[in-house]
């Protein structure tokens, strides 16, 4: 069914990713409050201190952008990692069945590494041979000439008995042959 998980790999190495991108984060944070508030000291000290136009390194501007770039970078590379984690459940995206298994229990994969084939069980297409006179009693005349549009092609109801249970389907008919 849709959202089952498929399979996982191991997280751990991803969830230590997240940690130390997070401290990273933390320092970076810290490094910007302990600037704005030399900036914002070093403001104070200079109105105290002179009348004139201050230049932008004795304001620590470039110090105060430069922490507020570390900020944004740390939470990207925070971000980066938690997207990084998630890949670790894989999840049925809908409603599927798979038919081949590329790896194993405890096999290492790579990026890019294929690891099943799957197919969507929300349609299926299948053949049935059909009679000269079934085609007649669908209003798929082989006699006639003019081949039938997309349209008006018939609706089918198909039944087969699984197990001792009959299952009934709904379907159409796209195409003969």
């Known amino acids: 069914k849709a959202g089952a998980l498929?399979?996982?790999?191991?997280a751990q190495d991803y969830r230590e990713m997240?940690?130390?991108?997070?401290?990273a984060l933390a320092s970076a944070q810290l490094t910007l409050a302990t600037e704005q508030a030399r900036a914002a000291q070093a403001e104070r000290d200079w109105k105290a201190l002179s009348s004139d136009q201050p230049s932008a390194l004795a304001m620590r501007r470039?110090?105060?952008a430069h922490a507020q770039a570390e900020v944004r970078a740390a939470q990207a590379e925070v971000s980066r990692a938690r997207r990084e984690l998630s890949k670790t459940r894989i999840s049925a995206p809908y409603d599927l069945m798979i038919s081949e298994t590329h790896v194993d229990?405890?096999?290492?994969?790579?990026?890019?590494?294929s690891l099943a084939r799957v197919f969507g069980t929300r349609s299926a297409e299948i053949r049935l041979p059909v009679?000269?006179?079934d085609m007649d009693r669908?209003?798929?005349s082989t006699r006639t000439a003019q081949?039938?549009?997309?349209?008006?092609?018939p609706v089918v109801r198909l039944?087969?008995?699984?197990s001792g249970h009959t299952h009934f389907w709904q379907g159409s008919v796209v195409r003969s042959e």
């Open 6 to 10: 498929l399979l996982e790999i191991d």
């Open 18 to 23: 997240v940690m130390r991108a997070e401290a």
């Open 62 to 64: 470039p110090q105060l």
């Open 105 to 113: 229990l405890e096999q290492y994969v790579q990026a890019g590494t």
């Open 131 to 133: 009679t000269d006179e």
């Open 138 to 140: 669908l209003g798929m």
């Open 147 to 153: 081949p039938l549009r997309p349209n008006q092609m």
């Open 159 to 162: 039944s087969a008995t699984i």
